[in-house]
């Protein structure tokens, strides 16, 4: 079966930076898009941006352009999110999701938490 | 950016009753050349990550119950629930996936009334 696993929890001072993995099984990686949604405590989901796994092609929200990277290891089936000085309105919880078609998220990771504190 | 709007913000629902939500864009969702509705719903519980109960604005998503149903086109679309049950008290959001980025709507979160 489809399943997307995250890695673990973050503490990060502001101005510092997160890798926030992905690793994905259950498909063909190369089939589907991967996309980051974050939740912000009390807020709503939001939207990063996305990968082809195929071939490594992004697209990011215009609010993290600059700040937020999007990688991918085919070797490992896995996808990363590097989020770049990172301020207190950074902590959330960051979820990975595969696409079912064209942009919707049908499989998620469990999320990691990122904490942004002095 | 297209803007999601939600409504109600909320709403209490007695079970084994009806819950609609409303969902409008600021834009047409809807692709000519191939008649369909780039429109998502998601269920949000506590704890758990979102769950994709619709997609292209009315198919039901992977074991999604049959009392989920979405409908709508262009810039206006509803989200039902026949008959909700106590497992259904979430937040529910839309989701336009036509043009980058890819927004949420707000949220309506349903309880029990």
């Known amino acids: 079966q489809v399943q997307l696993v995250q890695s673990g929890a973050e503490l990060k001072k502001p101005g510092a930076s997160v890798k926030v993995s992905c690793k994905s099984s259950g498909y063909t990686f190369s089939t589907y898009y991967i996309h980051w949604v974050r939740q912000a405590p009390g807020q709503g989901l939001e939207w990063m941006g996305m990968?082809?796994?195929?071939?490594?092609?992004?697209t990011y929200s215009q609010k993290f352009q600059g700040r937020v990277t999007l990688t991918r290891d085919t070797s490992t089936r896995t996808v990363y999110m590097d989020l770049t000085n990172l301020g207190s309105d950074d902590s959330a919880m960051y979820y990975c999701a595969r696409d079912v078609g064209e942009g919707a998220s049908g499989y998620w990771g469990q999320g990691t938490l990122v904490t942004v504190s002095s | 950016d297209i803007v999601m709007t939600q409504f109600p913000d909320s709403l209490a629902v007695s079970l084994g009753e009806r819950a609609t939500i409303n969902c409008k864009s600021s834009q047409s969702l809807l692709f000519t050349s191939n008649s369909k509705n780039y429109l998502a719903w998601y269920q949000y519980r506590p704890g758990q990550p979102p769950k994709l109960l619709i997609y292209w604005a009315s198919t039901r998503g992977s074991g999604v119950p049959d009392r989920f149903s979405g409908s709508g086109s262009g810039t206006d679309f509803t989200l039902t629930i026949s008959s909700l049950q106590a497992e259904d008290v979430a937040v529910y959001y839309c989701q336009q996936y036509h043009s980058s980025p890819f927004t949420f709507g707000p949220g309506t979160k349903v309880d029990i009334k």
């Open positions: 990968i082809n796994p195929y071939g490594g092609g992004t």
